[in-house]
């Protein structure tokens, strides 16, 4: 008579793959969180031996790399349009949606980066659209950057339990030197998270669209100013 293969024997038997090491990653991840992960029960969640891991991951940072990579993979990025205000909108909403919702993610940020080739087309995408529309790459690589790092910030301050970062609450009593915080504060208090990203990530766009229009003077007389008149110029064309 032959008995059953348990699933952890049949999972023993199967040739090891990044994807199946990716796979149980994610599993371990969701079930246990951030600080439950490691490479030992990573290799117990596979039934495999911990050196037939780290022949295909080097360590627990490339592991969380690959991970992010797997997850930036779900982030849903609109079709080229004529605004890409409004298309950098939609990303930067789906790119949130998508990472808040995997809390190690965030946790992971702490220590470093998370690298990985799919988790560059939101780059990607946002650069393209603003290069494409007239920006220069100077300009695009600035407002590529601060749309991350507001992103990244908003994960890690929700993730620590202060999505806020308000100096009061308005029950306060000892605030009262501070009217308009103490006035405001129930505002903010009232706002949910998405709501507080949302309007976060259009005053940025909106600030950076705005400093397209305005023309500045550089030093070096005439020649230059007419190069970044040329500049300016280009970069209107973005928000008309």
Do not use: N
Not at 66 to 95: C, K, N, Y
Not at 195 to 200: L, P, S
């Amino acid at each position: 008579m032959t008995l059953p293969k348990s699933p952890t024997s049949e999972r023993a038997m199967q040739p090891l793959t990044r994807p199946h090491i990716v796979a149980a990653g994610l599993r371990l991840l969701e079930r246990e969180g951030a600080a439950g992960l490691s490479m030992r029960k990573l290799a117990g969640e596979l039934g495999k031996a911990p050196a037939a891991v780290y022949k295909h991951v080097s360590d627990k940072r490339e592991l969380m790399s690959l991970l992010f990579d797997e997850v930036s993979r779900r982030i849903e990025l609109p079709g080229p349009g004529d605004d890409p205000r409004t298309a950098i909108v939609a990303a930067a909403q789906s790119a949130h949606r998508v990472l808040e919702a995997h809390g190690w993610i965030a946790t992971g940020m702490i220590d470093g980066p998370l690298l990985g080739v799919t988790s560059m087309r939101l780059s990607e995408f946002i650069l393209d659209a603003l290069v494409r529309k007239g920006m220069s790459d100077v300009q695009a690589a600035r407002l590529q950057v601060a749309i991350w790092e507001y992103l990244v910030g908003h994960l890690v301050a929700a993730r620590a339990g202060s999505p806020v970062m308000f100096p009061c609450s308005a029950a306060q009593d000892d605030a009262e030197d501070y009217p308009t915080v103490r006035r405001v504060a129930p505002l903010v208090a009232e706002m949910s998270d998405q709501e507080r990203f949302d309007a976060g990530l259009r005053v940025l766009l909106d600030g950076v669209f705005t400093e397209a229009h305005t023309p500045h003077a550089p030093p070096g007389g005439a020649a230059a100013g007419e190069a970044s008149s040329s500049v300016s110029r280009s970069a209107a064309d973005v928000a008309g």
